[in-house]
């Protein structure tokens, strides 16, 4: 079986794309994959480093703007397009795949369109409750769309072909335990609360955990892992500032990155952080109440999307970034965390929402499409 991936420009459309290669790796050690991203994109090193074979594409979005700048750039986009395609035509008449895979980004765009015309099967990966652009253009000629939230549907033509699988989530998550974990972290029976930016880190974030981090630092009530990312590293000062004693204060985890997530996840009893679509479904599969920081600076707003399937389930908070301050998140952080009978229920409607198998489903579907279209 010979499969393409085609998919980049962020983590979450790279690491789902990965994720389901490693599945079909396990299942049929002999196929063959093939990964295609953006020339200098994330996934140039990416996907090599997951060990899969990678050819790059150049290609780039359309600026939505009428300025000079962005009529000028967008000139250049449109010949990259037709290169890109070109391109992508080259590597699928000389790799042969089976079928398609598309995860979402600008770069699947030109390879699944050269792919349906020369008949190719192709199937499409949604992570978002809101679909991106690209994906919503492939859909029509999609053999399959496969959507990691349900709520992604009704912003499809009715007329695609849907599977719901659920985002692909490691397994090291869902193997994690929360009592094995909190004793791996020296954390005790106080509620313990991880929050997070990203990786790069979100100061609106961080300055608004920063009064309520301090002050566990002095009344000890919550244990607090906190990832203040690689632009945040003014944080500790900050707290400091504030009177919070880093040395001293057992109860504060405060790193600039955190590398050993299904730990930290398993063991927290509350999540603050972004709403991407991995986030998302990590906190689902294990069953964590939220609060969640939708980003605003994401394409079609989908991060407000995603966290609202949450809260319209009562399995999150959501405060939009335009009403977070340090005394919002500080009351609801003390409701929510003071509630376990809130806490519980949360935890319940998140998990009820969890797809724990959605690499085997999204292998199933490939399987199907590739058997269907050899009859």
């Not at 001293?248 to 955190?258: M, S």
């Not at 991407?276 to 394409?299: C, R």
């Amino acid at each position: 079986m010979k499969i393409l991936f085609a998919g980049g420009g962020t983590a979450g459309h790279i690491n789902p794309a990965l994720a389901i290669a490693g599945y079909v790796r396990e299942r049929q050690p002999d196929a063959e994959i093939l990964y295609v991203g953006c020339t200098g994109g994330m996934e140039e090193r990416l996907v090599p480093q997951a060990g899969f074979e990678f050819k790059g594409i150049s290609v780039q979005g359309f600026r939505r703007k009428a300025t000079p700048k962005a009529i000028k750039e967008n000139i250049v986009t449109v010949k990259k397009a037709i290169s890109a395609g070109k391109a992508s035509r080259k590597i699928i008449q000389e790799f042969q795949p089976d079928i398609c895979v598309g995860t979402g980004g600008y770069v699947s765009g030109p390879v699944l369109r050269a792919a349906a015309k020369l008949g190719v099967p192709t199937v499409i990966h949604e992570q978002n409750a809101f679909p991106g652009v690209t994906n919503k253009m492939l859909a029509k000629n999609a053999d399959r769309v496969m959507l990691a939230m349900p709520a992604a549907k009704k912003h499809f033509n009715s007329k695609c072909r849907f599977a719901e699988t659920g985002n692909p989530v490691r397994g090291a998550i869902l193997t994690a335990d929360r009592e094995e974990s909190r004793k791996e972290l020296g954390l005790d029976e106080r509620p313990v609360i991880l929050s997070f930016g990203g990786s790069l880190g979100a100061r609106i974030i961080n300055e608004s955990l920063a009064d309520i981090i301090s002050r566990s630092a002095k009344d000890g009530k919550y244990q607090h892992i906190h990832a203040y990312g690689q632009y945040g590293k003014w944080f500790p000062d900050l707290l400091r500032e504030k009177g919070a004693d880093l040395q001293e204060a057992k109860n504060l985890d405060i790193r600039e990155y955190i590398n050993n997530m299904p730990t930290c996840l398993a063991a927290a009893d509350l999540v603050i952080a972004r709403a991407g679509a991995i986030t998302i479904s990590e906190i689902q599969v294990k069953g964590k109440p939220s609060i969640l920081i939708p980003s605003p600076n994401v394409a079609e707003n989908h991060q407000f999307h995603n966290a609202m399937s949450l809260v319209e389930k009562d399995a999150a908070v959501m405060i939009e970034e335009k009403d977070l301050t340090p005394e919002k998140l500080t009351e609801e952080i003390d409701k929510l965390a003071g509630d376990p009978e809130r806490l519980r229920e949360y935890s319940e409607n998140a998990k009820s929402m969890a797809v724990d198998d959605a690499a085997k489903r999204i292998y199933s579907v490939i399987i199907e499409v590739i058997s269907t279209k050899k009859k």
